[in-house]
């Protein structure tokens, strides 16, 4: 049973990707069914699917000119549509390329602040939520690359972002070594009460990494893993 539990992240991240490629698998659809029947029993948890930043501020913009806030939406995007198919209850902090700051803000850096405080709003505002705020990574030197997770010191987050760690790492990317690590200083995730995760999804900084997160192909298997490895643990906390 631990052996199984284990690998039904895996198998569902397969399963999802065999939907995907072929949208007529009716009987890829059937084995869904039965592998998510826990997680529909209970409909209270809603995941708060959140790509960060959007409109004026573009987040980190690669070499070749690809802004991280456009990926991050079409990975938030692919993501919010898989966990509904999966019969999960998902909201976005954003669902098109806009910062979500109150009217009064006008410079750039009172809109930055004013969008991240009305997220936390947003989130603390949701009962029973699971944040999962997506992001691309950044550095000055470009041969680091790689997914990493980072997660909220509140209860659950840390099982959560080793999960989706440990599905990054061995469906995505078997070179990738990281460690899913607890974070005080990323804004949102300090700020919130429920379980949350962040998922640096690869590196901008890094060209091969840069042209896999730019394709269709990639962003689904991104957004297959982060759903896999949500519906396994939620089918896991409503057996308890
Ligand atoms: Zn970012």
């Given at each position: 049973?631990?052996?199984?539990?284990?690998?039904?992240?895996?198998?569902?991240?397969?399963?999802?990707?065999?939907?995907?490629?072929?949208?007529?698998?009716?009987?890829s659809v059937t084995a869904f069914s039965v592998l998510t029947a826990s997680a529909e029993r209970d409909p209270k948890p809603t995941v708060?699917?959140?790509?960060?930043?959007?409109?004026?501020?573009?987040?980190?913009?690669?070499?070749?000119?690809?802004?991280?806030?456009?990926?991050?939406?079409?990975?938030?995007?692919?993501?919010?549509?898989?966990?509904?198919?999966?019969?999960?209850?998902?909201?976005?902090?954003?669902?098109?390329?806009?910062?979500?700051?109150?009217?009064?803000?006008?410079?750039?850096?009172?809109?930055?602040?004013?969008?991240?405080?009305?997220?936390?709003?947003?989130?603390?505002?949701?009962?029973?939520?699971?944040?999962?705020?997506?992001?691309?990574?950044?550095?000055?030197?470009?041969?680091?690359?790689?997914?990493?997770?980072?997660?909220?010191?509140?209860?659950?987050?840390?099982?959560?972002?080793?999960?989706?760690?440990?599905?990054?790492?061995?469906?995505?990317?078997?070179?990738?070594?990281?460690?899913?690590?607890?974070?005080?200083?990323?804004?949102?995730?300090?700020?919130?009460?429920?379980?949350?995760?962040?998922?640096?999804?690869?590196?901008?900084?890094?060209?091969?990494?840069?042209?896999?997160?730019?394709?269709?192909?990639?962003?689904?298997?991104?957004?297959?893993?982060?759903?896999?490895?949500?519906?396994?643990?939620?089918?896991?906390?409503?057996?308890?």
């Amino acid at each position: 049973m631990r052996l199984f539990r284990k690998m039904l992240p895996y198998y569902i991240v397969t399963v999802l990707l065999a939907v995907l490629v072929s949208a007529a698998a009716s009987q890829s659809v059937t084995a869904f069914s039965v592998l998510t029947a826990s997680a529909e029993r209970d409909p209270k948890p809603t995941v708060i699917v959140d790509p960060g930043h959007g409109g004026e501020d573009g987040g980190a913009v690669s070499p070749s000119g690809l802004r991280e806030s456009g990926l991050n939406l079409e990975i938030g995007l692919r993501t919010r549509d898989l966990l509904r198919f999966l019969g999960l209850r998902v909201g976005m902090t954003r669902d098109r390329d806009v910062s979500i700051h109150s009217p009064e803000a006008k410079t750039i850096s009172e809109k930055k602040v004013s969008d991240l405080k009305n997220r936390v709003l947003l989130v603390n505002g949701t009962e029973d939520a699971i944040l999962v705020s997506i992001h691309q990574n950044m550095f000055s030197e470009p041969k680091y690359r790689g997914a990493q997770l980072f997660y909220a010191r509140t209860a659950g987050s840390r099982e959560l972002a080793e999960r989706l760690q440990s599905v990054f790492d061995t469906e995505l990317d078997p070179s990738n070594h990281r460690l899913a690590k607890e974070s005080e200083e990323i804004y949102l995730l300090s700020r919130i009460r429920c379980p949350g995760v962040l998922v640096e999804c690869g590196f901008l900084s890094n060209p091969e990494e840069e042209r896999l997160l730019r394709t269709e192909a990639y962003q689904k298997k991104l957004a297959a893993a982060i759903s896999a490895a949500l519906t396994v643990q939620l089918a896991e906390r409503y057996s308890e």
